[in-house]
């Protein structure tokens, strides 16, 4: 089946410690993006890119890091200099040309 | 699980005119959110309504949630260029699941 996965559902992490958040896609998409969500506030970009090898910081990028080595996958790097990690993670995927993002089932990150 | 229709699916208006969007639930909705799609560069967060009869405004664009809580309209006073994109409604369920509307794409004409 074609579509966009996330893992782990659920992430625990001490304080301090940097985690990389994973996010794959078979749909032969060629943009991907990382978007945070809070309670109350709705979806916020962190980064994105829209072909391999490059890619572009969102509106809340501190403190995060990604990289784009292959096509299919788009890993999300939360660094300890994010102040505040604990929160629902969405990647998303979108064809060139086309309209649509199709969002993975998120990563709910929680920092002890 | 939880569907969300939007309409129109597209939409195309005169500069200055007034235009509204559509956002239905198949369930009740306790947390709805708008977002506008801007080319490649992903969503930006406009507005969230939980509360029934909840209206919000951000300069020129006004959402309601009906008291029912199963549908939301997003408003748009005398458009602009700027406003051209597409525009997304998201919902919580009560299980806490993320659920999309298929997007209306506003165009704007001079």
């Known amino acids: 089946d074609g579509g966009i996965t996330q893992s782990p559902k659920y992430l625990f992490r001490k304080e301090g410690q940097n985690v990389t958040l994973s996010c794959e896609q078979n749909l032969n998409h060629d943009a991907m993006y990382w978007y945070r969500q809070d309670p109350g506030q709705g979806l916020r970009l962190i980064y994105y890119?829209?072909?391999?090898?490059?890619?572009q910081k969102g509106d809340i990028a501190e403190g995060y890091s990604v990289s784009r080595e292959k096509k299919e996958s788009f890993p999300l790097t939360v660094t300890s200099a994010q102040k505040n990690p604990t929160a629902f993670y969405l990647c998303a995927s979108r064809l060139a040309g086309a309209d649509t993002q199709y969002f993975g089932p998120g990563t709910r990150l929680t920092v002890l | 699980s939880q569907e969300l229709e939007q309409s129109p699916q597209s939409l195309i208006v005169q500069e200055g005119k007034n235009l509204t969007i559509n956002c239905t639930s198949s369930?009740?909705?306790?947390?709805l959110y708008w977002y506008k799609q801007k080319y490649g560069e992903g969503l930006i967060f406009l507005m969230m309504l939980q509360k029934g009869g909840e209206e919000k405004s951000h300069e020129k664009i006004t959402a309601k949630l009906d008291e029912k809580k199963q549908q939301s309209s997003l408003h748009i006073t005398a458009s602009q260029p700027s406003h051209a994109g597409i525009y997304l409604c998201g919902a919580d369920s009560s299980s806490g699941e993320l659920t999309f509307g298929t997007g209306t794409r506003l165009t704007i004409i001079p």
């Open positions: 369930k009740t909705l306790y947390g």
């Open positions: 890119s829209q072909i391999v090898n490059d890619f």
